[in-house]
């Protein structure tokens, strides 16, 4: 029987059966690597920078995946920065980053830039052996078809470390270790745990076997630079059933349902797939088979998954928006704009692919915009949709406009006169800074100004927290130099007696008057509204700070709208 690599799709085997096959496999690879040639432009640094995406950092420092920007190795270990090159975390060189530095010293104790990996242009160099078995080409894989006795299976060739299987990386310097769907159960939880299971469902490709391939010099297999991995052969793919033939509306559903649930799955065991275009839906008559594993996210910490080819090695992969690649249209949200692939499978070919990408030309554009805004404005001209609790961004646009040029005409009738001083100002101003430690708002009880900073001191003028001044408290400090550098007491601000001098045009609308606030009623289009003006700076409106000093920005909000002035 195993002559014909008979057991090699069986769930389960005891450990002789086991045995025996992985020595058959194992054979069967001696043959194959010294087949696989390739060329790789990228560098010895790209090859450094790369492994450190395999890096992973520390339960708690996951999103450091996401945020460092370079990195730095001495002899022992790596360090991870911002972009600012700022620290972040510091971990244990793996052997294979040892032995790249080892070979190229002067990439020692300087600062590596993520952004510095080139791209890559290298191809592979296949024999017609192997050319005339080739199913797929694309990314960082390649897809063989291959016979074990009897079944034709595909052999998928996964290469994470650039100059694998180039001249410099080839055949005789590498190991590998091969597992068995048969090593593992089924997984059926979401249980963050390592159990020695994998993904198995009728929707999801079957890897019977995976061969991790790592540096012969590797000796704790801490860093897998590629996979040979053995599957199910399919009939095909969704993008090539849905252009060239014509399923029947059963066919689709079935597709649909099948893809949905084998999502559905894989999100239950902790696995989300990260690049859902048409071509990674693999079909076996109408069965749909999600396929592809390069681009996913794993948050179970299962060690079971890596081994069998379903997940990557890294932080990385545990944090969706790290993954930064992706196919445009139907990668994640948090990569690229998401496309439902559903709409593909219910629409016709060329009309759906026309709607979601045909550009159009400017003047096409330009004549469109006028047909929507002709049509807005004839709304807007009784401001018609401001109550409105949703709105697309062309009416926010359109409406923002209208409600700005309603406000150039209103500020300049707000007129008032203030009893306060400039220190006053200055005080109020700290009043509204935000605190690292919110219980400073409550503490502080004295304010001092020195250059371009703020601080706050307590009753015994002990120091609290220095801030960053803002734009306001530096033009005051240089209007009134004599603020500068001194204690200045919050108790100093005086009581406001000033009065709004209101012409007989707002002083009929006026609803209330009180502390900071005053109301007015105003009409917009057909709609009675009442306005609020909120005062924060005792000079606002007044005779030296009046409308011409002032900025503003719109904000609309079901039905409402609220201006910030600066």
Known sequence: MLTEFALLTALTLNSDEREVLRDKIDEWVKCFLPKLERESTK??????????????FGNESKHYAVFWRFCKFGAKKGFIFDDNQKHLEKFKATSFQKKILRQNPTLKNVFLDRSEIKEENGKWNLKNELKNKLLSEGGEAIVFNQKFGENLMAVRIAVFDSFLFTKQFGAGQIKWRTHFISDFGTATDNKKDHALVVPVHENVIRNFANIEIFDSGDEKEEDCLGWITIMEKCDGNLREKLKSGNPTLDERIKIATGIKSGLQYLKEVKILHH???????????????????????????????????????????????????????????????????????????????SLNYRPIDSQEKNEIDKIILIFFRKMLTEFALLTALTLNSDEREVLRDKIDEWVKCFLPKLERESTRTERCRLIASVERQEFEDESNAERWRFCKFIGKKGFIFSENKIPIQKFKATSLQKRILRQNPSLKNIFIGRFEIKEENGNWNLKNELKNKLLSEGGEAIVLSQ????????????????????????????????????????????
């Not at 640094?45 to 395999?54: M, P």
């Not at 999600?290 to 996210?297: I, N, P, R, S, T």
Request: overall charge positive; aromatic content about 18%.
């Open 43 to 56: 560098t010895e640094k790209c090859r450094l920078i790369a492994s450190v995406e395999r890096q992973e």
């Open 275 to 353: 690049d859902k275009k048409l071509a990674n839906f693999l079909l076996i008559g109408d069965v749909a088979k999600v396929c592809d594993f390069g681009l996913v996210m794993e948050y179970s910490g299962r060690k079971s998954y890596r081994k069998l080819g379903y997940t990557r090695r890294g932080s990385k992969y545990r944090r969706d928006d790290a993954l930064f690649a992706g196919t445009p249209g139907f990668a994640g949200e948090t990569q690229l704009a998401e496309n439902d692939y559903f709409l593909y499978l219910f629409c016709d070919w060329k009309t759906i692919w």
């Open 523 to 566: 009409k917009f289009g057909e709609s009675l509204m009442a306005v609020r003006i909120a005062v924060f700076d005792p000079f606002l409106f007044t005779k030296q700070f009046y409308a011409k000093q002032i900025k503003f920005k719109t904000h609309l909000i079901s039905g409402y709208f609220c201006l910030f002035f600066f």
